[in-house]
């Protein structure tokens, strides 16, 4: 039966939105395989017929799990959450949930998509490093005022959430554009918590099997 | 975030329309606008984040500021369709009278406003029959009353 296969997540290291639902699946403990994806080799392994019939959006992550396939990070680890509740990854209290979605989508759809591999293409090798830096800058300024409200120990008060999970990428993406982090403690406090964490550590990009040899850790 | 929409509602303010969309599911959960079913959920929180994060952000009013005027057509309408031949092919397998099956959902609270942004960009929306079929059946009164030729602050020239 389908159902009972393990799942499969279609991944890519450096994928900020493949590395959420990669913490997702640490934390709850789940047992999963990995096809990856790469996304430059090839011009670009999305864009194969096959990928393309399993998600559309040809884009990482993609995860085959219980018969379905799902796209979109945010849409996966919601799911994993109502059909894996242990450990939770959002809180109970209706008003801390709306503070963990309201995070997790300024970084999902308000950061992450000005600044992926499809849009710096279009804005040209010479603007790339200027149009992520803004994307990313005026995105953090903003979370920074907001987790003034909700920080405790993570992004909403002292569990890891879904907010978390979608933090830690962001900021490694912020280094790798060379955005300079001293306007956000609380982005950078929280950023050095979690990246103690065993499931941030084995989901990160420079532990994966795709992984290339220069920036494997 | 300097964004709208931000709702004020129960002593907190919310931004981000789909925590929004999502805290009122969980505080008022009738009539629903989520199925029951968590695999249905999944294909409605996939379509409703691949309009959110996957399109309306990259043809958003900040960022054609930044692409400049003579480029700003190209560009939305190059956001738009990537999404919709995407969003065509998923609908294939979920959408039955609506976006997944056959009760409204937030998939297509996201999809009336994106084919109304697709229209002004001057989309062709020929190669999306499904996208403009469950377009045209959401003339349900809430989507009615809450059109943008319809507010407050609708400028006269545009109002209905």
Not at chain 1, 109 to 118: D, R, T
Not at chain 1, 129 to 154: D, P, V
Not at chain 2, 112 to 126: E, G, H, I, S
Request: net charge positive; aromatic share 6%; with cysteine.
């Amino acid at each position: 039966m389908a159902e009972s296969r393990k799942p499969i997540l279609y991944s890519y290291f450096r994928s900020s939105c493949s590395w959420r639902v990669r913490i997702a699946l640490a934390l709850k403990n789940m047992d999963y395989e990995m096809i990856t994806i790469n996304l430059t080799k090839d011009g670009g392994q999305q864009f194969s017929e096959e990928f393309q019939a399993l998600n559309p959006m040809k884009q990482v992550p993609a995860l085959k799990i219980d018969g379905i396939t799902i796209g979109q990070s945010l849409a996966i680890i919601e799911y994993l959450e109502e059909t894996r509740p242990t450990p939770r990854l959002l809180p109970q209290d209706p008003k801390k949930r709306a503070h963990v979605r309201m995070i997790s989508h300024l970084l999902a759809s308000g950061i992450q998509p000005l600044q992926n591999l499809s849009v710096l293409k279009q804005v040209g090798q010479e603007n790339q490093l200027t149009w992520a830096q803004r994307a990313i800058s005026s995105g953090f300024n903003a979370l920074e005022q907001i987790l003034q409200g909700t920080a405790g120990k993570y992004c909403v008060g002292d569990e890891v959430s879904m907010a978390d999970l979608c933090l830690a990428p962001q900021v490694a993406n912020a280094d790798r554009f060379k955005v300079d982090l001293t306007p956000y403690p609380t982005i950078s406090r929280i950023n050095k918590v979690t990246a103690g964490l065993e499931a941030f550590q084995v989901s990160h990009p420079c532990r994966q099997p795709d992984t290339p040899p220069e920036l494997r850790a | 975030m300097k964004q709208v929409p931000a709702l004020k509602i129960d002593g907190i303010t919310i931004g981000q329309s789909l925590a929004i969309i999502e805290y009122l599911e969980e505080t008022r959960p009738t009539p629903r606008l989520l199925p029951q079913d968590p695999k249905k959920r999944a294909h409605v929180r996939m379509i409703s984040h691949l309009l959110a994060s996957g399109i309306q952000p990259l043809q958003n009013l900040s960022v054609l500021k930044q692409v400049g005027q003579e480029n700003q057509l190209t560009w939305a309408q190059r956001a738009i369709s990537s999404g919709f031949n995407a969003l065509e092919q998923i609908l294939q397998g979920t959408a039955g009278k609506y976006c997944v099956g056959d009760e409204v959902s937030m998939a297509d609270l996201c999809l009336a406003p994106q084919v109304a942004n697709a229209d002004r960009f001057k989309v062709d929306l020929t190669p999306y029959p499904t996208i403009s079929r469950i377009n045209k059946v959401l003339l349900l009164e809430a989507f009615q009353v809450s059109h943008p030729c319809r507010q407050p602050d609708t400028p006269p020239e545009l109002r209905a």
